[in-house]
């Protein structure tokens, strides 16, 4: 079974070119808003993955150089935790 | 009607322009300010038109900051890079839309460059302001008086070699002529999305490769906490709820001019040009013609410029007389007391409307 993570941008525009860089590299993944209390400078955008390879996923969104605000895995109990790579 | 004004706006645009523009307007919400669908297709919307000017201008979809016309873009370059009492160089040939913003700030201006279609003066004069190491250098690609090309890549690596800023109008390029921010290594390059384009009006387009101030402050749907514009592009340009709907066409126009290719577009205006600047040589009128000209044409007609222009309109002909909002131009050409009759092609330019207006004019 695969994890769920988020992946939280600044801006709506980082959050869609990083949205076309992991569909290129096969990691489906959709676009929502940012939950409140993930963003304390309020109002963003994350990218929701399905994923076991997260450390690949976020290395390509590096390797094109976006940035990344924080990166989250929601567990099978719905609690969130940041990850740190 | 015979449109020869796409110097001022390409007044037909291919049909998928402005349907995009009534789907978008149907569908779309506020982009980038929520999550439900018809904000996330609007976000979607305005996100392929960064796609599609990023492919076409040689940069990353972020440096794509959404303007409402190349004068809006122009005032954020020209304010990002230049302060009050800086010295700044720029062509003979430069729009209101640079040399007003220049005027408003106090800067001492430095006119490099004031022959008409000769890049060796162009170049020799740039080479020689930009030794006093300027604020900044500002050059146009094609003067939309007398569709003048610029030696641009050469002026911008004059810039580069000497370490100075440098903000490229792409106003009458942009769409017929190679345009590349990373290519030319510009701090700005502004253009309009209502000529070479072919979007609707009220839409622009400034690609960054410096870091800009903003103009406008406001609302971004980003870091909605901080009271500082946010420091990331392109929202740190776009305060307030974006013209989707006009992006949404933009995008359009920008996909024609991709497939179609710039080459062949600028084929097309550049015949016309020069069927155009010969057949008026005939009539034995004053043409501006020359090596190194895009899709417009400045004449002198047999009266004054306006009412040659008006002549033309009640006979169904639409082209612009007088000062072109670019006194500087004129004056450079010595055309400031009389101003010209332009007549400007666009992508849709042939044979046959040309010779029509010749022969219109051959009646004046």
Redesign the interface.
């Given at each position: 079974m695969k994890n769920i993570y988020f992946v939280t941008f600044r801006s709506v525009t980082f959050a869609q070119r990083g949205e076309r860089v992991l569909r290129s590299s096969g990691i489906h993944c959709t676009l929502q808003r940012t939950p409140r209390w993930m963003e304390e400078q309020g109002c963003g955008y994350a990218l929701r993955l399905r994923t076991n390879q997260i450390t690949d996923a976020v290395e390509a969104l590096r390797r094109e150089k976006l940035p990344i605000r924080r990166v989250y895995q929601q567990y099978s109990s719905g609690d969130l935790e940041e990850v740190k790579l | 009607m015979i449109y020869l004004d796409s110097g001022a706006t390409s007044f037909r645009k291919p049909p998928q322009v402005s349907r995009a523009v009534a789907r978008a307007m149907e569908r779309c919400a506020s982009?980038?300010r929520?999550?439900y669908r018809p904000a996330?297709e609007a976000?979607?919307e305005v996100?392929r038109c960064?796609?599609e000017a990023a492919a076409l201008f040689g940069c990353?979809?972020?440096q794509v900051a959404l303007t409402t016309s190349c004068t809006h873009g122009l005032n954020i370059a020209i304010r990002s890079l230049v302060k009050p009492g800086d010295r700044v160089v720029i062509s003979g040939f430069e729009h209101n839309a640079v040399t007003r913003p220049l005027h408003a700030l106090g800067a001492r201006v430095t006119v490099a460059g004031r022959r008409l279609f000769d890049w060796e003066d162009t170049l020799s004069q740039f080479r020689r302001a930009l030794e006093g190491k300027p604020k900044a250098a500002i050059f146009t690609h094609v003067s939309n008086v007398f569709g003048y090309i610029l030696p641009v890549e050469e002026l911008a690596g004059l810039c580069r070699e000497r370490g100075i800023p440098f903000i490229v109008d792409a106003a009458q390029s942009a769409g017929t002529l190679p345009v590349s921010l990373s290519g030319w290594g510009a701090d700005f390059v502004a253009m309009p999305g209502h000529k070479g384009l072919l979007g609707p009006q009220g839409t622009g387009i400034l690609l960054c490769g410096s870091k800009p101030e903003p103009l406008l402050y406001g609302g971004?749907?980003?870091?909605?906490?901080?009271q500082e514009m946010?420091q990331?592009?392109?929202?740190r340009l776009e305060a307030g709820t974006l013209n989707v709907p006009g992006y949404a066409g933009l995008t359009q126009g920008l996909r024609y001019v991709r497939r179609v290719g710039t080459e062949r577009l600028f084929a097309r205006e550049h015949r016309q040009t020069e069927r155009c600047a010969i057949g008026l040589k005939r009539l034995g009128l004053r043409v501006f013609s020359g090596a190194h000209q895009a899709g417009t044409v400045s004449f002198l007609g047999r009266s004054d410029c306006e009412d040659t222009a008006a002549a033309l309109a009640n006979l169904g002909v639409a082209v612009r007389a007088g000062l072109h909002c670019a006194p500087l131009a004129h004056e450079s050409a010595g055309t400031l007391d009389t101003g010209t009759v332009r007549v400007s092609f666009g992508f849709d330019a042939e044979d046959a409307q040309t010779d029509a207006f010749l022969q219109i004019m051959g009646k004046l």
């Open positions: - | 982009p980038g929520g999550g996330m976000a979607e996100y960064r796609e990353l979809p972020e971004t749907g980003s870091a909605s906490r901080e946010p990331e592009l392109p929202d």
